[in-house]
């Protein structure tokens, strides 16, 4: 990990904002292995702060300007759409 920001958990993971690497690392509690569940192909960029919804992620994807939904068992980035908001 190379300067990691957020954390989050759940079903038994932690997941990891892995900053300068641009990924979201996956931290299995069952036999600590680690991945890469997104990022490291341009898709996010110093990914900080996160938090577990549903199937899924929510990442401040902070050089992007953006927030993403990462799906947790996938690893799909998608800009995080709100239906019906203003702005």
Do not use: C, F, M
């Amino acid at each position: 990990l190379q300067h990691p920001l957020g954390v989050a958990a759940a079903d038994n993971t932690v997941y990891v904002a892995d900053s300068y690497n641009h990924k979201i690392k996956a931290i299995s509690l069952h036999g600590s292995v680690v991945s890469t569940l997104a990022g490291g192909d341009g898709s996010l960029w110093e990914p900080s702060g996160l938090d577990a919804w549903g199937d899924h992620l929510l990442v401040a994807d902070t050089n992007h300007h953006r927030v993403v939904t990462v799906h947790r068992q996938t690893g799909e980035v998608r800009p995080l759409s709100l239906s019906g908001s203003a702005g």
